[in-house]
């Protein structure tokens, strides 16, 4: 069981690891599905053997979408609105990679419109099975400020 962390209980620089989980072919033929990118680097082994690569590669928002669905102590905070996000392909993500994150608490601001509230904004960098860098970004949350907390 888990406790709710309140904007006042996180801290600037912290730094969180997330859960790992493996890009299965599976994957990459549903999201194919679900966005229609059939992009030949994606769907065709011949097209994508002959580019940079020399394999197909996973779709860069499939590995971006899986990210923010891995378990970290993040999901302890008491979100009430992704907000924004960022990221830069680094490097391919193919079938059969194990990817994870490690993030850390860039800026910690209350917000300007609603004092009930904080603004987080992390860092990540999504690394696969060997910490080779794939991908890096910023993610920004709205996170609930404590009942009662004083604001400044």
């Known amino acids: 069981m888990s406790t709710t962390l309140y904007f006042e209980d996180l801290v600037a620089d912290q730094s969180v690891q997330s859960s790992r989980i493996t890009v299965t072919e599976t994957h990459i033929v549903l999201f194919a599905g679900l966005t229609g990118d059939f992009n030949p680097l994606h769907m065709d082994e011949e097209t994508a053997r002959q580019g940079?690569?020399?394999?197909?590669?996973?779709?860069?928002?499939?590995?971006?979408?899986?990210?923010?669905?891995?378990?970290?102590?993040?999901?302890?905070?008491?979100?009430?609105a992704f907000m924004e996000t960022r990221r830069r392909f680094a490097g391919p993500v193919f079938a059969g990679d194990t990817l994870h994150y490690v993030a850390q608490v860039q800026e910690l601001r209350r917000s300007h419109s609603n004092p009930s509230r904080g603004i987080a904004k992390v860092s990540l960098r999504l690394l696969n099975q060997n910490d080779e860098l794939v991908q890096e970004g910023e993610d920004v949350f709205a996170v609930a400020c404590r009942e009662g907390a004083t604001h400044e």
């Open 52 to 80: 940079l690569f020399g394999r197909r590669i996973a779709h860069g928002m499939l590995a971006h979408s899986m990210s923010t669905g891995l378990r970290s102590s993040i999901d302890d905070w008491a979100i009430l």
